[in-house]
């Protein structure tokens, strides 16, 4: 509109009064959060690429050129070899040990968490809010805090090194329970368990005719996101489980790292099998696999529980 020498713009002062943004500073606004996403994420496919194409050179071929030059099929079976020779194939076992204590300690996260979660949101009892309380205090305490008594506890029934206590406290995931409780809280109509109540099912009854089929979504992100934290659980296995022979993987890398001819020439020396960056990145990509074969088979169920929580259905 124009008045006189002087021109007003009517949709920008209505937008200024309604305390809209402009439609420019919109878009940037919406543009900078996928941005930023999109820059954090090159950033990891970058380096997950770097160590894969590093176990694919020679140590001279990355000494010389980095880790983007030729490349050799054949080196990986080098690399295996090494890592089979190196302490009569230690690593895998420690492999092993590894995939025992996050299957095992995903699988008790899961069994756990979705009747908890289940009883905290559908059940009415005294005391459910400061359980809920605890639930959420626990979720921020940082796990260093509990490694020394539940060291202390475990040393005192004697079972130092040995695999199937440490299951069970990976199985302890307070973060599921709080999964499993927004899930039943915003999928699972109240009514429909008073319809079942009314009708004589038992408590038992309706969570494992209804509660359980419909945590599909529920299991997948309980058990993905326990199995992460297990396999690359660092400080827990470190304290629990002393002996080479019974380290999980995420402590055993860092003792093949230390017994490399780059870091510590003075213990590489009496090896047999001499390791070098190839074989580390190698060994590195390796305990990245089975995360990332876990993402892809739960990913439909990801995807769609991710959203947990975001609609009351």
């Known amino acids: 509109m124009t008045i006189g020498s002087q021109s007003v713009d009517v949709a920008g002062a209505s937008r200024v009064r309604r305390g809209e943004r402009p439609p420019l500073f919109a878009r940037i606004a919406k543009m900078t959060p996928m941005t930023f996403l999109t820059v954090v994420a090159l950033v990891y496919l970058f380096i997950m690429v770097t160590f894969v ?13 980095g880790a983007f030059g030729p490349l050799s099929i054949s080196r990986l079976q080098f690399d295996w070899r090494q890592l089979e020779g190196f302490s009569s194939g230690i690593y895998f076992h420690w492999l ?46 940082p796990n260093t805090v509990l490694v020394i008594p539940l060291f202390l506890e475990v040393s005192a029934v004697h079972q130092i090194d040995k695999l199937l206590p440490v299951a069970v406290i990976f199985g302890f995931f307070p973060f599921g329970t709080y999964l499993a409780f927004v899930h039943y809280k915003t999928t699972l109509p109240f009514e429909l368990l008073e319809s079942g109540r009314i009708d004589g099912v038992s408590e038992i009854g309706l969570f494992m005719r209804l509660a359980v089929p419909l945590a599909k979504q529920a299991v997948a992100l309980v058990f993905f996101f326990a199995f992460v934290a297990d396999w690359t659980n660092y400080f827990l296995p470190l304290v629990m489980l002393p002996s080479s022979a019974v380290q999980t993987v995420s402590v055993g890398l860092q003792e093949l790292i230390t017994s490399s001819q780059l870091f510590n020439p003075s213990a590489a020396a009496g090896l047999n099998v001499q390791l070098y960056m190839p074989e580390l990145a190698f060994a590195a990509v390796l305990q990245m696999l089975p995360v990332l074969v876990v993402f892809v088979v739960a990913q439909r169920y990801l995807t769609r529980g991710a959203m947990l929580g975001a609609v009351k259905g």
């Open 53 to 65: 194409l590093a176990s694919m050179r020679s140590e001279q071929s990355l000494l010389r050129s």
């Open 96 to 141: 092993e040990n590894s995939a025992i204590v996050a299957f095992a300690g995903a699988a008790i996260a899961v069994a756990v968490a979705l009747p908890a979660g289940y009883a905290l949101a559908m059940l009415h009892f005294r005391g459910r809010r400061v359980l809920l309380f605890l639930t959420i205090l626990t979720m921020v305490m």
